[in-house]
């Protein structure tokens, strides 16, 4: 395996991940979005191989017996996702740096895996109040699921500290500016 450089991104649901992760891929083209796979229904504006690969719980559970995957979860109850370790090498051959958007305790994994070669980023809203604006304001989710994905948030949050680096996303402009600072100083050590 080649062993290029790897960007973990984490961040509680409403934090901006997506909107961050978005703007990165614009402004760094040395990033290449890692596209894991996972096990649930592809939502209306997804593709199979853009957002996700799309598998059975048959084909995931197949790939782990190759050991196809660097890391894998079952993220919610029933629904797997993981990091393939061909997608990793597609982006390196590529001449990039994976960008990785996963869960908390895929992103510790993953790191484990990638000590020396790859940093973790925690994004976090500047409150959980503001969060909590932010999941209303999208206008994604029922009130249940916001108090769901809130309470996720606070569990989260306790693993904050066991991130490389720490970044509050209160204004969208400085935190874009902050996380590509970030990287670009990561990617350029040696
Ligand atoms: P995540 O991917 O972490 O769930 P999103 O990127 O979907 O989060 O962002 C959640 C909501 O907050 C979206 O409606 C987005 O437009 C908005 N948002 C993201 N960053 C900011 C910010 N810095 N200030 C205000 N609103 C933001
Ligand atoms: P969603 O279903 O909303 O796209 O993603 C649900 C959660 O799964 C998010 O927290 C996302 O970061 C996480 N996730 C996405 N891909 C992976 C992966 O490959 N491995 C792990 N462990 N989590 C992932």
Redesign the pocket.
């Known amino acids: 395996m080649n062993l290029g450089k790897i960007i973990i991104i984490t961040?509680?649901?409403?934090?901006?991940?997506?909107?961050?992760v978005k703007r990165l891929l614009q402004s760094c083209p040395q990033l290449g979005f890692s596209i894991s796979a996972c096990t649930r229904s592809p939502r209306p504006n997804e593709k199979d191989g853009i957002d996700y690969y799309f598998f059975t719980e048959l084909q995931f559970k197949q790939k782990i017996e190759e050991n196809a995957f660097v890391e894998w979860e079952m993220v919610y109850t029933g629904k797997f996702y993981g990091t393939l370790r061909s997608e990793m090498q597609r982006i390196w051959d590529n001449h990039q740096h994976p960008l990785v958007d996963i869960d908390v305790k895929g992103a510790l994994a993953l790191h484990k895996v990638f000590p020396s070669n790859s940093l973790t980023i925690f994004?976090k809203a500047p409150s959980l109040d503001v969060l909590r604006e932010?999941?209303q304001?999208?206008n994604t989710e029922t009130p249940q699921s916001i108090e769901e994905r809130l309470q996720k948030a606070t569990y989260e949050l306790s693993f904050a500290d066991q991130f490389d680096k720490i970044v509050i996303?209160?204004?969208?402009e400085l935190?874009v500016e902050n996380l590509h600072s970030i990287i670009l100083s990561f990617l350029s050590e040696t």
């Open positions: 961040a509680p649901s409403g934090s901006g991940k997506t909107t961050l994004i932010r999941l304001k999208r996303n209160d204004n969208l935190a």
